[in-house]
């Protein structure tokens, strides 16, 4: 890769498409024909969610945001929003245009989410707004307590059945879906070390209880109404997920970019399809490379894994003390020694979307080649979160 792109200065991010083409078909089997819907924050680029979506098996965006998804519904007729919205503005435009109406699914998962879009524009001055309810799907332990992300406030069956009965009862509303995230199951690495086995055992006692939870509850709300979608899973629970008979789509998107951290599962190897290189800019010590830039730090708490990882050339380690720094990031290692100013080192971000947020552009790269490019949102010049 560093050939095919050496005339492009850094920082330089590329997708190998031999890759990501091996990570979309490998999910697809994995999903066992259960259609997954693709999470655009894990792509960040509209040439790569377009270019999936047109694979038989994926169907439909799930988006991050409201802006972002009236901006994709040009194109896109199928766009459910991941997480409730309180972008006034944004509800407006929703609220008048009746093809973006129809398109766009919103996220709720208390009644004031409703209020505060009925406070934008009244029900009889607007479309009919599809909605989707948002349930909390982590694990309730005796033992553990809370284990998952803190989401929704609605948890068991009569919670989501109270909910979904204000929903249909209100004017201007249409329940049209549920999702439910599993996100200690689908977002939690489980080939990383010593602590593996307790892992595993979570994941099977929560998977238990949920499909039978998931299960009572979408039996529940279908006396409530007609839902069109069950939405569940994530790239690490693919598999485990389209098992359960309630659901009817999946979402995943980070296996196709392929995040360093999702190279620490048992159940599946992506294919790394991204990475990005930054210049030797300057030599400290004989094993000592500086390279320009690097912070690029992943979402999450605040641990070493979360930092970009150099992968090229092999033997390179950052410094505990500095880590990925904002204008310059040290690396030691038998790797360094035979470096020196204007050589690259590859990294891969440890998660997938957000390496969009920091580059214009991807190269593309095909059997060593540089193909083409595809902007990300920010080379579009779009920022949503």
Do not use: C
């Amino acid at each position: 890769m560093t050939r095919a792109v050496r005339d492009i200065p850094a920082p330089v991010a590329v997708l190998g498409m031999e890759a990501l083409r091996f990570n979309a078909l490998d999910m697809l089997v994995r999903a066992g024909g259960v259609p997954i819907r693709v999470a655009s924050k894990s792509l960040r680029s509209r040439e790569a969610l377009a270019a999936l979506l047109a694979i038989p098996g994926y169907r439909g965006i799930l988006a991050f945001t409201l802006p972002e998804a009236l901006w994709l519904a040009d194109q896109h007729d199928d766009i459910v929003l991941g997480y409730p919205s309180t972008d006034r503005p944004a509800i407006a435009r929703l609220a008048g245009d009746e093809q973006a109406a129809a398109r766009i699914t919103l996220m709720v998962d208390d009644p004031a989410q409703l209020d505060l879009i009925d406070a934008v524009v009244r029900p009889a001055e607007r479309a009919t707004l599809r909605v989707a309810i948002d349930v909390d799907a982590s694990w309730r332990s005796a033992g553990l307590g809370h284990v998952g992300v803190r989401r929704s406030p609605v948890h068991d069956v009569a919670e989501v059945v109270r909910l979904a009965r204000m929903v249909a009862a209100r004017p201007g509303f249409e329940l049209v879906g549920l999702m439910m995230y599993e996100a200690q199951i689908a977002g939690q690495p489980d080939a990383e070390g010593p602590g593996d086995p307790v892992i595993r055992w979570m994941q099977r006692r929560s998977a238990a209880e949920l499909a039978d939870r998931r299960g009572a509850i979408v039996a529940a709300l279908r006396e409530v109404a007609a839902l069109e979608f069950v939405n569940g899973g994530g790239t690490g629970s693919l598999e485990r997920t389209a098992a359960d008979e309630a659901v009817t789509e999946l979402t995943a998107g980070s296996g196709l970019f392929a995040g360093h951290l999702f190279s620490r599962y048992r159940s599946f190897q992506p294919a790394p399809a991204a990475a990005f290189a930054l210049d030797v800019v300057r030599k400290p010590t004989d094993d000592i490379v500086t390279v320009l830039g690097g912070g690029w730090i992943a979402s999450g708490p605040p641990v070493a894994s979360r930092q970009p990882a150099p992968v090229w050339p092999a033997g390179l380690r950052t410094l505990a003390r500095e880590g990925a720094g904002e204008v310059q990031t040290p690396l030691q290692g038998s790797g360094a020694r035979a470096m020196r100013a204007g050589d690259r080192v590859w990294f891969r971000h440890a998660k997938s979307g957000e390496l969009s947020e920091r580059v214009d552009r991807f190269h593309l790269i095909q059997g060593g080649e540089r193909v083409g490019e595809t902007p990300t949102y920010r080379g579009e010049g779009k920022a949503f979160l």
